[in-house]
Structure formats: C-alpha cells, structure tokens
C-alpha cells in the first residue's frame, strides 16, 4: 500500500461509499472538514447545507480535480459531466447506459467543456489541467494517469453519474465555494483555528499506519494517534464527530485490531458508533462489498 504526498495523482473516482450512512445525519449549519479526494465528497457534504466546509487533501492533483469536478457539477449536465470524465472508457458500458450518454470519445467537445468551466479555475488548477485538457487527442484519455483498474466497478456505485436526481443534489452541492487546503490532515489538524462538528477522513488513518509501521512501529502508530486525539479534540465541538471509512467488514478480524487501534484515549469520553455498508457493484454480477464508516462521537462532558 503506497503512501500519499504532494504529487500522488488524485482519484478520478471515489473508492468509498458513504452516501447513504452521511445522509442520515443532518448537516445543515454544521461545520464539516473532508479528505477532497476525488472531489465527489466534498461536493456531497456542501450539498446537505452544512454552516461551513473545509476540504483538506496532501496530494495536490486531488485539490486541483476538487475544484474541476466542483466547476462540473455546477455547469454540466450529467451527460455532459459523464463524457468530460469517462468518455472514451468505452469498456464501461453500463456505466455509460446508466448516464443515457454516447461512450465514445469527443476530443472536441472535451476541450470545449474545458473552456467554459477554465475561469472558474485557481490559476494553478488551470495551470494543471490546460496540459491535458486543452489539447485532447483521441489517443491519450486526458485522466487516463488517474483512473485505477478499480473505477468501472466504483463508478457504477456512484449515485450523481446513475440518476438525474442525485446529480442535481450534487449540482446544489456545487454552488458552495468552499476552501480547498492542500495539506496533510495530521498537519493540518493542529494548525486549524476551526471548529468543526463532523471531520471526515477517508481511509487515509489506514495508509498513515501502513507508513508508520513499516518505517518505525505499531507502538509509535498508536503514538501518533494519541497525538492526533488531542489535535483533533481541541477542534471538534460537543457532540462533534470524526468518520473514518473501514475497507473491511464489521466481523472480520482486521476490523476488530483497526478499532481498537484508532479509539480516542478513554478520559476523552468518545462515544462509538459502527454503520455498515453494504454494496453490490452493478458492474461486478455477484460481488457484494461489507465496509463501516465508524463514527467517534465527543460527549459534553
Ligand atoms: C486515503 S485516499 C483513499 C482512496 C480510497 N478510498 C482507497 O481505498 O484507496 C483518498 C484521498 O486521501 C488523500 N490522503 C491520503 N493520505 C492523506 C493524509 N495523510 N492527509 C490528507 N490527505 C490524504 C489522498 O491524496 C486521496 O486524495
């Protein structure tokens, strides 16, 4: 499991699905802090009506593409949204059914989409994607170094590219310009003047303690996450929450160490919550994936 940095390329599409577990809380005038990711949280989040939110992501494509899907989601259609993305991953049928759109590729068009969304850019985001985006040639995807072999199945998870309905959520969600900080989380937690009732961290706990291991120890993980608590407590309000996406089922061995492992130190008083997630990837006959967002509540005391 490689480790993330400045210059890991983003994720074109989210590997994580927790649409309908964030949904069944209310977020509207909360403060929220995201991993950016591929962009498609975020955009979620800031579609519940939350007060404020903040993305944080170490890797600097995946704030750059944040900004581009946000420019998508709020002047695309979905077709348009499925061809500027995917188009050309012409092996993805269903995905492509799905969306009512053409499959095969329109360097063009792409390039004209491009345009229309380029200004709503940061100069360094425009100065990341013109490269790729301005120039499309039928022979080079210009997101090709960001797909993983992963994506069909993922994509056919991801509930805006499947339905008008959802992606107009999305679309609302788009209309929130919120900040984007290319950073580490475990940096930038201690540095935050924030106050925040939800902080949404992916699975990045799961790559920091792969790191940390193999360069030191599983004590000096468990150092680190003892730090982080008390980062990360100073900056949640009562009743706040931290999630953490569990690629694992709730049974399984893994699962029970990973747990145990993340808990907040016991005189912080953290109440934990498991919410399973089951997923059957259309694009996978058969499969069905078991994962958990985990939830760690700060009580008022
Ligand atoms: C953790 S990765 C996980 C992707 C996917 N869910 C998976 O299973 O591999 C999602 C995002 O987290 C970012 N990331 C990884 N470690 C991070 C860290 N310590 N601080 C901030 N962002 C991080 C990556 O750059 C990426 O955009």
């Not at 709503?120 to 090709?144: I, T, V, Y």
Request: proline share 8%; hydrophobic share 40%.
């Amino acid at each position: 499991m490689e480790g993330f940095c400045e210059d890991s390329p983003p994720y074109l599409v989210p590997t994580e699905h927790p649409w309908e577990v964030l949904a069944r809380f209310s977020l509207r005038g909360r403060r929220v802090l995201t991993i950016a990711g591929s962009g498609d949280i975020p955009v979620y989040l800031a579609s519940h009506g939350p007060a404020s939110l903040e993305a944080v992501d170490v890797s600097r494509g995946a704030c750059f593409l944040t900004e581009l899907k946000r420019a998508a989601y709020r002047h695309y259609a979905r077709r348009e949204f499925v061809r500027f993305f995917l188009g050309g991953t012409a092996s993805w049928p269903l995905l492509f059914e799905d969306a009512g759109a053409d499959p095969s590729p329109d360097p063009p068009e792409r390039s004209l989409l491009y345009g229309s969304v380029r200004q709503h850019l940061s100069s360094a985001a425009q100065a990341f994607f013109d490269q790729r985006l301005m120039d499309c040639s039928e022979e080079k995807h210009p997101f090709a170094e960001f797909l993983r072999p992963t994506d069909m199945w993922h994509v056919s998870l991801l509930p805006p590219v499947r339905s008008d309905e959802a992606y107009g959520l999305w679309s609302s969600g788009a209309r929130l310009n919120f900040p984007i900080h290319c950073a580490s989380l475990e940096d930038f937690v201690p540095a935050t003047d924030s106050c925040f009732d939800l902080v949404y961290t992916s699975n990045v706990f799961e790559y920091l303690r792969t790191r940390i291991v193999l360069q030191a120890s599983v004590s000096a993980f468990r150092g680190f996450m003892r730090s982080f608590w008390v980062a990360l407590h100073r900056i949640l309000a009562p009743g706040g929450r931290l999630a953490v996406y569990v690629f694992q089922g709730h049974e399984t061995e893994p699962f029970a160490r990973m747990l145990k492992e993340l808990a907040p130190p016991r005189p912080l008083r953290y109440k934990r919550h498991l919410m399973p997630v089951t997923l059957r990837p259309k694009a996978l006959p058969g499969a069905v994936w078991r994962h958990v967002v985990v939830f760690f509540e700060k009580t008022f005391h």
